[in-house]
């Protein structure tokens, strides 16, 4: 008898747990953010992803000790189901000779060490400028609804 009882409620538990399963309706939790592979369709800017470049060009203000040199600051942000963008951040910087080959450069280790200071202040002045843009993104999109997103934007400089 305990046996029997014992595979009733097993088998009422099985089918209560399928019956639950079966409910179509996805609820996306509003404060969850996704990355841009995981949605349908990523953010992008009304006007264009050129008037982010054009903007960062015209408004970036380079430290004076940065010549010659290539460099790409990885950014990332956040954009909002209202277009606007939040936790702007600039994480790694990365830094490359503009130098034609046959120009040797001699630099001291103070001005290295200038450099190095000015590099990583260019993501603070990363950071700065993204908080200025007020340009509204059209939202990223999952299963028809406007969420939460990731955004990596890497910016390259030529700086000669």
């Known amino acids: 008898m305990k046996k029997l009882f014992f595979l009733l409620v097993v088998f009422s538990l099985t ?3 399928q019956i639950a399963s079966t409910d179509s309706t996805i609820t996306i939790n509003e404060e969850k953010v996704f990355r841009s592979t995981d949605v349908d369709l990523k953010p992008q800017l ?3 992803m050129y008037t982010l ?3 960062i060009s ?3 203000k380079f430290p004076e000790a940065i010549k010659n ?3 790409t600051i990885f ?3 956040i954009v909002e189901p209202d277009g606007t963008l939040t936790n702007i951040k600039a994480f790694h910087v990365n830094v490359k000779e ?3 080959t046959t120009v040797v450069k001699i630099t001291t ?3 290295k060490i200038n450099q190095l200071d000015q590099i990583e202040s260019m993501k603070a002045e990363t950071v700065r400028v993204l908080k200025l843009f007020k340009k509204t993104w059209v939202p990223a999109t999952k299963e028809g609804k406007s969420v939460r997103c990731l955004y990596n934007y890497p910016i390259n400089f030529n700086i000669e």
């Open 53 to 55: 470049s054009m903007f």
């Open 15 to 17: 089918a209560s747990a």
């Open 75 to 77: 950014s990332s942000f």
């Open 58 to 60: 015209d408004n970036f």
């Open 69 to 71: 040199k290539k460099i």
């Open 46 to 48: 009304k006007e264009g």
């Open 109 to 111: 280790e103070n001005e």
């Open 98 to 100: 503009y130098l034609p």
